[in-house]
């Protein structure tokens, strides 16, 4: 409870945590505007395609424009202002940074920059969950024999529901099922950049003057950020997924122990132990009641008679028998919240969640009959969404990473709801990232 104690006595100090942050799209802009405001950190650098784009934000949000005055990471480390440019690379080769915070959404670009800063002996704050997914527990496991620490991003639903089973494990309980909620209907999964909005829930014209990408609000809509996150989670709290991935059973908060709690007493879930996405529509497309769209939850079992009429007693959002209970977060705020990562990694060498074993993938799934040579677009196009499977079936599959399945070209004709599978499409083997993840897969898989 005591991290801005300790970011104000660095501030006392005149020693602020040095940070340098690539990708200033919408998450980034949400840190950068508290950075104003948090006594201790210095946005030494921020790396951007569009440096000019990021002033002018940042201008907008009222950081005065001198501070972003530095031509190079170094001149601003040794001034105190802020370095805009488009050289990602500078920031791991001028000066030294504490604290670099990956939020490019590119799973190719976030495993280079991760390998940069951990080469770098920068700490990582991975706001990229395409590349968590992907090469996560390899990436940690280099941060950690680099002295380094590779942390989830709080703020951000992964490292929040990671808070939930910590404290739920801390407490001695059991933990049934943790997980968020979402915007979800079955229809979803062919969700394209063309149809989005409209199943989002926001008028077109609006999207477009918010700035609002349809690619990355796609990729919410259509199942495969839920994939992501919760394969972030599985692997860094070793919970596994379901045998066959999220189910996105509709649910209020209130629900939640209901619901959520294994098919033999009278839930959803396949198994114990595992995670689970609440859908904020009913199936006959009917808005829930007190749902849970933003959220995240835990859902416990009490291990004795004593611990469940507590459950009761303090109603303790119990299930119905009374032998589970819930704890949810009602919202999350997103990059609002983003500096206790920089905090927790920087001043205690704690992540806010870190894989640890990789039990879970997030793998492509056709949103429509494809055709030989048609070149798959990733994570949010008119292609693939990507469905959670445990890693073992993954890598025993063949099946190709969702974070791999972009500006490859199809090699055989996929059926609508199949896997696209590693020899449907031509993959270069000697591709760097391709290599790292098949490092991983020989070295994690269960």
């Not at 926001?202 to 990355?216: F, K, L």
């Not at 996405?277 to 808005?287: A, E, N, P």
């Not at 009641?289 to 007693?313: K, M, S």
């Not at 059926?415 to 994690?444: P, S, T, Y």
């Amino acid at each position: 409870m005591n991290l801005s104690a300790m970011l104000a006595a660095r501030a006392d100090m005149d020693d602020p945590v040095r940070i340098g942050l690539i990708g200033a799209g919408k998450f980034g802009s949400m840190f950068l505007n508290q950075a104003l405001f948090t006594k201790g950190i210095h946005v030494v650098a921020v790396a951007d395609l569009d440096p000019e784009a990021v002033r002018r934000r940042c201008i907008s949000q009222g950081w005065p424009r001198e501070q972003m005055a530095a031509s190079t990471v170094a001149g601003a480390m040794a001034a105190g202002t802020t370095c805009l440019t488009d050289d990602a690379s500078a920031l791991f080769v001028e000066g030294k940074l504490e604290v670099l915070i990956e939020a490019t959404g590119n799973p190719r670009a976030g495993i280079r920059h991760c390998l940069g800063s951990i080469g770098a002996g920068i700490h990582v704050v991975m706001v990229n969950v395409e590349a968590d997914a992907v090469a996560g527990p390899l990436l940690a496991d280099l941060a950690r024999r680099s002295g380094v620490v590779y942390s989830l991003a709080w703020g951000d639903q992964p490292a929040l529901i990671c808070e939930h089973v910590d404290w739920a494990r801390t407490c001695g309980f059991d933990v049934i099922c943790a997980g968020k909620g979402t915007l979800y209907h079955p229809t979803f999964h062919q969700s394209t950049p063309d149809t989005v909005w409209n199943m989002y829930g926001i008028d077109e014209e609006e999207a477009h003057r918010s700035g609002m990408n349809a690619t990355m609000f796609n990729s919410f809509t259509d199942g495969t950020k839920s994939a992501l996150e919760m394969t972030a989670v599985c692997n860094a709290t070793r919970l596994m997924p379901q045998p066959d991935g999220l189910g996105f059973p509709p649910a209020a908060a209130r629900e939640l122990a209901q619901v959520c709690k294994p098919r033999g007493d009278g839930g959803v879930l396949e198994i114990p132990g595992t995670v689970e996405v609440v859908s904020s529509l009913h199936r006959d497309g009917s808005t829930v009641e007190g749902d849970l769209r933003f959220g995240t939850f835990v859902v416990v079992g009490g291990r004795n008679e004593y611990a469940r009429r507590c459950f009761r007693d303090y109603s303790m959002l119990p299930d119905r028998s009374g032998n589970y209970a819930a704890l949810y977060r009602p919202t999350h705020m997103v990059g609002l919240e983003l500096g206790v990562s920089v905090a927790s990694t920087a001043l205690r060498r704690e992540p806010t969640g870190t894989p640890v074993a990789f039990l879970s993938d997030t793998v492509a799934v056709a949103k429509r009959p494809l055709r030989k040579s048609e070149v798959l677009d990733g994570e949010g196009g008119y292609c693939v969404w990507g469905r959670q499977v445990p890693a073992s079936r993954s890598v025993g599959s063949k099946m190709l990473p969702m974070g791999l399945a972009h500006r490859v070209p199809l090699l055989r004709d996929i059926a609508e709801g199949d896997c696209v599978r590693w020899h449907d499409v031509a993959i270069d083997e000697n591709d760097d990232i391709v290599k790292l993840r098949r490092e991983m897969e020989q070295k994690f898989t269960p």
